[in-house]
């Protein structure tokens, strides 16, 4: 936690310096907005196949249709989103929830509140150098592993799968976390590790190039797990419900859509999003993240599932007190999306 909020301390500086400058991604909706439609900043944490059904949402004109006029700008890690939402910069924020716990109990007076909780299992994958047929945990015993930001849930659920397998990350193994977040697969291409914890579709390029093969699905083997969430400041909820209301409404459809359609039909709707990657390529990531239950059929964020946070962050060593699921959970607007 005191690494994260150092992070999110020198992303302030830099943005009190910088205006906000930098290297992001802007995208509109697809729709064409009417003027009377409300503007809303959403900063998403990382642009990824993993958040299909946001981009369902924003490729089917779900946004537009709501009343909002919406711009999507990728912070490139959680401490960079959540500086964006505390400043101002971005109404609503994508995240690991956990960003919003570590405010807290900093103390903010206008914290962060998740009023909408998307994937229920983690999104990324163990990478070997070789292929591994019927790979178990504990081949990992005496291994270089390039992993994730400490206090990050990447890393976090990586950990917290090591010890359900009773391997202590300390000690069995060595896990790097040295490396920026996105460049880890470079780096495994590079020589670096013996495995590496990926994201898509970092995980299929290393396949594609011989760089790597999947050997196991975090979001398999953690279980369900709160892994991203939607997040405005306090204020911003008080100020504005019916704005977090419409946009809850949008994603809700995204991810009714999601439920209902199969993995190609939902990869030709939000390959604009990713004109990088082929075609074939997003239906195989769409495919594997469906076949493993990764979004909830609604955006319901429930107590039992902020508790397993809390137990995972415990776990790590990143939070020494509970904070109260009601402070920093609104589920109005999910239950009222959902009915």
Same mark, same amino acid.
């Given at each position: ?18 205006? @906000? ?12 907005? /009417? =003027?009377?439609?409300? $503007? ?7 642009? +990824?196949?993993? *958040? %299909? ?8 004109? *779900? ?64 990478? +070997? ?48 976390? /040295? ?12 020589? !670096? ?22 050997? %196991? =699905?975090?979001?398999?083997? /953690?279980?369900?797990? $709160? ?8 204020? *911003? ?14 994603? !809700? ?6 439920? +209902? ?6 990869? !030709?709707?939000? %390959? ?16 594997? *993240?469906? =076949? !493993? ?27 020494? @007190? ?18």
């Amino acid at each position: 936690m005191k690494k994260f909020l150092c992070l999110m301390l020198t992303a302030l500086m830099v943005m009190g310096t910088l205006g @906000g400058c930098g290297k992001s991604t802007e995208k509109k909706d697809g729709a064409s907005a /009417s =003027s009377k439609n409300t $503007p809303v900043v959403l900063n998403e944490v990382a642009h +990824s196949i993993f *958040y %299909a059904p946001m981009y369902v949402a924003i490729e089917e004109g *779900y946004f537009a249709k709501e009343g909002i006029d919406l711009t999507l700008v990728t912070g490139f890690g959680a401490d960079k989103t959540m500086t964006a939402l505390l400043t101002g910069e971005a109404d609503i924020g994508f995240m690991g929830s956990e960003s919003t716990i570590y405010t807290y109990k900093e103390g903010a007076s206008d914290y962060a509140v998740n009023f909408a909780q998307l994937t229920q299992r983690a999104g990324n994958f163990l990478v +070997s150098r070789e292929p591994i047929d019927n790979f178990s945990w504990d081949m990992l015993k005496g291994k270089d592993v390039l992993g994730g930001r400490a206090g990050g849930m990447p890393e976090m659920v990586f950990e917290y799968i090591l010890k359900k397998n009773s391997i202590d990350p300390a000690s069995d193994l060595a896990i790097d976390q /040295s490396i920026d977040f996105g460049s880890t697969a470079a780096a495994f291409s590079g020589g !670096q590790g013996d495995f590496t914890v990926e994201f898509e579709p970092h995980a299929t390029s290393l396949e594609s190039k011989g760089d790597g093969y999947v050997v %196991a =699905s975090l979001g398999e083997d /953690s279980g369900y797990v $709160p892994y991203t969430a939607f997040s405005a400041k306090k204020s *911003y909820i008080e100020e504005h419900p019916e704005v977090i209301q419409a946009f809850t409404n949008a994603l !809700q459809k995204g991810m009714d859509y999601v439920q +209902s359609h199969t993995p190609e039909e939902i990869a !030709q709707i939000i %390959a604009p999003q990713f004109e990088e990657t082929d075609l074939d390529t997003i239906t195989t990531i769409v495919n594997r *993240y469906a =076949s !493993q239950d990764t979004w909830k059929g609604d955006l319901i964020f429930e107590k039992d599932s902020f508790d397993l946070l809390q137990n995972i962050l415990e776990e790590s060593g990143e939070l020494d @007190g509970r904070v109260p699921y009601e402070e920093l959970v609104d589920t109005t607007y999910a239950q009222n999306a959902a009915n």
